[in-house]
T-cell receptor, first 115, second 111 residues
């Protein structure tokens, strides 16, 4: 079964810490995405990448950066965590090749709490 | 990408068909209609997508009007496990195309 795996299900970090959220996919997908989800605001796109070492800002990139050194791995970095970054973080991947264009496959999410 | 309008919530009795509507009046010719659902505390799950023709898979059917300005997702025999938020999204399938989620429809399936 194809998968997008997020390294942690729950995470608690202190204000000011540097936080790494890891996402790995085993589908050889070109595109990878990071979203955050908050009550009443839905899913909002933070960053996405359509190739190794490529990245594009989404709708809410402030306070975040990303890294994609290998095709299967896309990391979200909170340079200095703040309480307003407490959220559910969702990683997704997609392919554009032929009949594999079935949209996105999402991970199970990482619930991050910044205290 | 075109915006979509969905009712905020719907109820459906278990075993009955659930028909979830979506308006996308500004859809352009190269945009597909996608449906996802999100069960509580999980990531969204792909259900189905289509361009012009009606589509059916093991999960659902997608009915797209001839003018493509609206669509309906049909769950033919809803179960309690279908209780979720359902998102209708229109999207160009270009290389770096993004999915933009709205607030969706919260479907509650009841006994």
């Amino acid at each position: 079964d194809v998968k997008v795996t997020q390294s942690s299900r729950y995470l608690v970090k202190r204000t000011g810490e540097k936080v790494f959220l890891e996402c790995v996919q085993d589908m050889d997908h070109e595109n990878m995405f990071w979203y955050r989800q908050d009550p009443g605001l839905g899913l909002r796109l933070i960053y996405f990448s359509y190739d190794v070492k490529m990245k594009e800002k989404g709708d809410i990139p402030e306070g975040y950066s990303v890294s994609r050194e290998k095709k299967e791995r896309f990391s979200l970095i909170l340079e200095s965590a703040s309480t307003n970054q407490t959220s559910m973080y969702l990683c997704a991947s997609s392919s554009i090749k032929g009949t594999a264009n079935y949209g996105y496959t999402f991970g199970s999410g990482t619930r991050l709490t910044v205290v | 990408d075109a915006k979509t309008t969905q009712p905020p919530s719907m109820d459906c009795a278990e075993g009955r068909a659930a028909n979830l509507p979506c308006n996308h009046s500004t859809i352009s010719g190269n945009e597909y209609v996608y449906w996802y659902r999100q069960i509580h505390s999980q990531g969204p799950q792909y259900i189905i997508h289509g361009l012009k023709n009606n589509e059916t898979n093991e999960m659902a059917s997608l009915i797209i009007t001839e003018d493509r300005k609206s669509s309906t997702l049909i769950l033919p025999h809803a179960t309690l496990r279908d209780t979720a938020v359902y998102y209708c999204i229109v999207r160009d399938t270009g290389t770096a195309s993004k999915l933009t989620f709205g607030t969706g429809t919260r479907l509650q399936v009841t006994l």
